[in-house]
């Protein structure tokens, strides 16, 4: 065991290996927990915008996969067993998941300098999507299909995905699609006189093992595009789903899923109407309840307490009213977790309604104010607002018999 000794990392050459035996170099940690580091391994290290693979050794599920001078750490959920080999089993259905997002990456960035010479500035393969930023400043719809159309007519083709090594210095011979980001002896991805890059994460061996792509959404940062995609199976989960949401959308209205859009912004149009058109009948609605309120007064107090309405419709109902003949409303309305109070006068009667306010207020734990023609309190205390009602009402009375 030599704790110099580099770790053989097989999964560049043959991505499609996951079970194997490799002998363990060394027990060690890796960020505070349990690691093994093997003389060859399967397990792709977390690089390049791709995450690391999981699986198991001798049975211990691997949380995370990192390298460090070429050594790669598999890190543990729990403490080793000491055997001096592994036997390891990597996650096949979440690697082949990566390599189907990360070589989907390398089509639709190449796609973009193709048709709008705009180049990638970072990549990220996400758990459920993954994100390009593409140095562009604006895109159509139509545009985006296009991408979407090439980069797929790329999939269908099923061209040979290889990988080589070229040393740095005659790196110049190869029409990489950006600059090699490091030095020394460079991998190169080539996707048959189409895309060219160094990267060293895991691919198919085809294109058509990618599957289908597509572009679920857009938006703007740093002045360039980001756009979120999805490849092979998270493509196919995806349109599963989507099309699972329009069909009910499409069967409650029973029309066709073609007509959905349309259907929505009829909806929503009609739903505007309905609006306005409520918000008049609710006016005239007030407008007879006011009627009623004044025909069954038998002076010029009128005193009420409602229950789950509008504040807004009573302080309606109040001022309606007032303008009907000279009277002094007193409302109260228990509405969720407040109580309320409004009270309004005609401007014939003449009492300074803010007077009310001092005595009444603490009557429903609440607070307010207003003109002298109108006051309005809110409070806490909604078993407060009978007695509140009748104190008012007892003061305008006593003012009114002494005008
Ligand atoms: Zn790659």
């Known amino acids: ?55 198991t050794l001798n049975g211990i599920p691997v949380t995370d996969v990192q390298e460090e001078d070429e050594r790669v750490y598999h890190v543990l959920e729990k403490a080793w067993d000491s055997s001096p080999s592994a036997a390891g089993r990597v996650d096949g259905g979440r690697r082949f998941d990566h390599m189907q997002q990360h070589a989907g990456q390398h089509i639709l960035s190449q796609v973009f300098v193709e048709l709008f010479d705009g180049a990638t500035k970072s990549f990220h393969l996400g758990e459920e999507v993954s994100t390009l930023e593409i140095a562009l ?13 090439r980069a797929n007519a ?6 040979e995905i290889r990988s080589r090594l070229v040393d740095e210095k005659d790196i110049h011979t190869v029409p990489l699609r950006r600059p090699p980001q490091k030095a020394g002896l460079l991998r190169v991805i080539e996707i048959a006189d189409f895309d060219y890059s160094a990267c060293g994460g895991t691919h198919p061996l085809r294109t058509g093992e990618i599957g289908p792509i597509k572009i679920i959404k857009w938006d703007r940062i740093r002045g360039n595009l980001r756009f979120e995609f999805l490849c092979g199976f998270r493509a196919v989960r995806d349109y599963i789903q989507k099309n699972r949401s329009i069909q009910q959308i499409a069967n409650s209205l029973t029309i066709s899923d073609r007509e959905v859009v349309a259907a929505f912004s009829r909806l929503r149009e009609d739903l505007k109407e309905l609006k306005k058109e409520m918000k008049v009948l609710r006016t005239k609605l007030l407008e007879v309840e006011a009627e009623e309120f004044h ?41 969720g977790e407040r109580g309320h109070l409004v009270f309004a006068r005609s401007d014939e009667i003449d009492i300074d309604l803010r007077e009310l306010v001092p005595f009444v207020s603490p009557l ?40």
């Open 137 to 149: 400043k604006n895109i159509t719809d139509e545009e985006i299909e296009a991408v979407e159309k």
């Open 295 to 335: 025909a069954a007064s038998k002076g010029p107090v009128i005193q009420e307490l409602f229950k789950n309405r509008e504040e807004d419709e009573i302080r309606t109902l109040a001022l309606s009213l007032i303008r009907k003949a000279p009277h002094v409303v007193l409302f109260g309305l228990e509405a």
């Open 1 to 55: 065991m030599t704790d110099t000794e580099k770790t053989k990392k097989l999964y560049i050459s043959d991505p499609y290996t996951w079970e194997f035996e490799a002998r363990v170099i060394e027990v060690t940690e890796w960020d505070g927990h349990p690691a093994v580091v093997l003389e060859k391994t399967y397990f792709y290290p977390e690089g390049g915008g791709q995450p690391s693979d999981r699986g």
């Open 364 to 403: 429903i734990d609440g607070r307010g104010g207003g003109q002298p023609s109108l006051v309005q309190m809110a409070g806490t205390k909604m078993e407060g607002l009978s007695e509140a009602l009748a104190a008012a009402a007892a003061y305008v009375n006593s003012q009114l018999s002494s005008c």
């Open 154 to 159: 790329v999939v269908f083709s099923n061209l």
